[in-house]
């Protein structure tokens, strides 16, 4: 084209633009297999814009964009789709309707309804790419996120606007840690979003039997891409279910996101970039599967005041073939994440359950979130724990040991059994301190470590039907106070229930 055709050309366009004439952009649909079509004529689409293909407007969404022609992934029935079709832009990033009437529901990623509830309502629409929080509309983290786990709370909290990763391998409990955390924010002004990607349908349906029954639907939207899905689907649930996210933290409410999990989201994207004949990369994942990760991790944000506040904190889950970190997309995502807890199939086996090995398991940011009374409690707990598991093993190779090491063996060992809990029954924090605090100060050294669970239960019986008040003071501080109040109590408590116990020197 010579230099005079070009500056005609581009005053033409200008003289359109400036009439404000909309050029209706459409091309012609060039290949299709596999739910992948090629179109040529779309010049100027954006990526990840939403294209609308033939007469029933079959939505695609553009991902390639080459030279001559584009790459796009259809959303629909891709069988309805077939060569020489039009395909007209839309001009918009891909967005889809939300609004209020999502939480209760289960979605699939486009927003349309899976459970057998009313229509959605028209809502909104929001892309479901949206830039994250830069540094300066964020805040430290300081809040905590009770996640009622124990093992969690007192020695790898977790902070609101914080992303943490739950990793292990496959049936080790990861769902588990995660659901419950979310049954935990009842009446505690949280929104959940769950977002299953690639799994079995009717396994997230009994997901959701099981949020129903304990109330925690209410405050729950779950985003399913089954494992049947279109890939396209699979891969686009995390970003709409930050979206979702995203609406209520607009609102300067805290939201709980749980990406279950990322592993099968990484494959989906993988599938799709090899249709679309991008380069694979290493274990033939595309390049870009990192930046896929990292945009999504950084939705989620603890924003300040003056940027709207409200906050998201994400708990991706990926999954480890036999407890290999090493891989691709775990190291990626331990690289975006503040911290990761590590769910351990050994330990799940021996029937420490949550399988969570509190010896790597870290939280980078969550302790600065903590309360009081509980830092002051997980202090001596980890301290505990850490010398426990030294001794442990060379413990095994001698017979007689003194009385200091076998005590630090007595207390480890009912430490890890305190640590136990049952799926979906999280347990307040107030609890969770005075049981830690009855065992730093020694209640639980001659009780069978058989019993200490039940122990517990009892303890927490007690102290909930009569010392009410002391455990509201112990949420919200920790001074002389407290701690000698507690401190009676459980005596008072244990002098009761001592006899039933067997005592134990072991
Ligand atoms: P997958 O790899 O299949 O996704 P997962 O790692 O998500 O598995 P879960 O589905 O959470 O694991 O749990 C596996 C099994 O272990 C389930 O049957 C669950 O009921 C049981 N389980 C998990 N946590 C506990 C617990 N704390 N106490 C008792 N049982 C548990
Ligand atoms: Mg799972």
């Known amino acids: 084209?010579?230099?005079?055709?070009?500056?005609?050309?581009?005053?033409?366009?200008?003289?359109?633009?400036?009439?404000?004439?909309?050029?209706?952009?459409?091309?012609?649909?060039?290949?299709?297999?596999?739910?992948?079509?090629?179109?040529?004529?779309?010049?100027?689409?954006?990526?990840?814009?939403?294209?609308?293909?033939?007469?029933?407007?079959?939505?695609?969404?553009?991902?390639?964009?080459?030279?001559?022609?584009?790459?796009?992934?259809?959303?629909?029935?891709?069988?309805?789709?077939?060569?020489?079709?039009?395909?007209?832009?839309?001009?918009?990033?891909?967005?889809?309707?939300?609004?209020?009437?999502?939480?209760?529901?289960?979605?699939?990623?486009?927003?349309?309804?899976?459970?057998?509830?009313?229509?959605?309502?028209?809502?909104?629409?929001?892309?479901?790419?949206?830039?994250?929080?830069?540094?300066?509309?964020?805040?430290?983290?300081?809040?905590?996120?009770?996640?009622?786990?124990?093992?969690?709370?007192?020695?790898?909290?977790?902070?609101?606007?914080?992303?943490?990763?739950?990793?292990?391998?496959?049936?080790?409990?990861?769902?588990?840690?995660?659901?419950?955390?979310?049954?935990?924010?009842?009446?505690?002004?949280?929104?959940?979003?769950?977002?299953?990607?690639?799994?079995?349908?009717?396994?997230?349906?009994?997901?959701?039997?099981?949020?129903k029954k304990a109330g925690a639907m209410e405050y729950t939207t779950v985003v399913l891409a089954g494992a049947s899905d279109n890939p396209a689907l699979l891969y686009l649930a995390p970003y709409a279910g930050v979206s979702i996210a995203e609406y209520f933290m607009d609102k300067e409410e805290d939201v709980l996101i749980v990406y279950d999990d990322l592993s099968k989201h990484a494959a989906a994207y993988r599938e799709i970039s090899l249709l679309l004949r991008r380069p694979p990369g290493r274990e033939a994942y595309p390049g870009d599967v990192f930046y896929a990760h990292s945009r999504l991790l950084e939705r989620a944000a603890r924003r300040n005041k003056e940027a709207g506040g409200g906050s998201?904190?994400?708990?991706?889950?990926?999954?480890?073939?036999?407890?290999?970190?090493?891989?691709?997309?775990?190291?990626?995502?331990?690289?975006?994440?503040?911290?990761?807890?590590?769910?351990?199939t050994g330990l799940f086996n021996k029937g420490i359950r949550p399988a969570i090995n509190v010896g790597t398991s870290v939280s980078r940011v969550g302790g600065s979130a903590q309360i009081k009374s509980m830092k002051k409690v997980a202090g001596p707990l980890k301290l505990d724990l850490a010398q426990y598991r030294e001794m442990e093993s060379f413990a095994q190779f001698g017979s007689d040991l003194d009385a200091s090491t076998r005590k630090t063996l007595a207390r480890g060992k009912r430490m890890t059994q305190l640590l136990k809990q049952n799926q979906f029954s999280p347990v307040p924090v107030a609890l969770q301190v005075a049981s830690l605090y009855a065992a730093n100060k020694g209640f639980l050294d001659d009780i069978d470590p058989d019993d200490v669970s039940r122990y517990e239960a009892l303890l927490s019986e007690y102290l909930e039907n009569n010392h009410e008040d002391l455990l509201s003071d112990v949420a919200k501080g920790w001074g002389d106070d407290e701690k000698d109040a507690l401190k009676k109590a459980i005596s008072d408590f244990h002098e009761i229930v001592k006899d039933e116990f067997t005592q134990s020197t072991a």
């Not at 529901?105 to 028209?122: E, S």
């Open 1 to 211: 084209m010579s230099t005079q055709n070009f500056v005609q050309n581009l005053k033409n366009h200008l003289t359109d633009l400036s009439q404000g004439v909309d050029v209706k952009e459409s091309g012609i649909v060039h290949s299709v297999r596999d739910n992948i079509v090629e179109i040529i004529g779309l010049d100027s689409c954006m990526s990840s814009e939403m294209i609308l293909i033939g007469d029933s407007e079959i939505p695609a969404l553009a991902l390639n964009l080459e030279r001559d022609r584009i790459g796009a992934i259809v959303l629909g029935d891709g069988t309805q789709v077939s060569e020489g079709d039009t395909a007209v832009r839309t001009k918009e990033v891909l967005s889809i309707p939300i609004g209020d009437d999502v939480l209760g529901r289960v979605v699939n990623p486009l927003m349309h309804a899976l459970d057998d509830g009313p229509a959605l309502k028209k809502n909104p629409m929001r892309p479901i790419e949206r830039l994250a929080p830069g540094v300066m509309a964020r805040q430290g983290v300081d809040e905590p996120l009770q996640t009622g786990i124990k093992a969690i709370d007192a020695l790898v909290p977790i902070g609101r606007g914080q992303r943490e990763l739950i990793i292990g391998d496959r049936q080790t409990g990861k769902t588990t840690v995660a659901l419950d955390a979310i049954l935990n924010q009842k009446d505690q002004n949280m929104k959940c979003v769950y977002v299953a990607i690639g799994q079995k349908k009717s396994k997230v349906m009994r997901i959701v039997e099981e949020l």
């Open 312 to 344: 998201i904190t994400a708990l991706p889950i990926v999954e480890t073939q036999a407890g290999d970190v090493s891989g691709y997309i775990p190291t990626n995502v331990i690289s975006i994440t503040d911290g990761q807890i590590f769910l351990e």
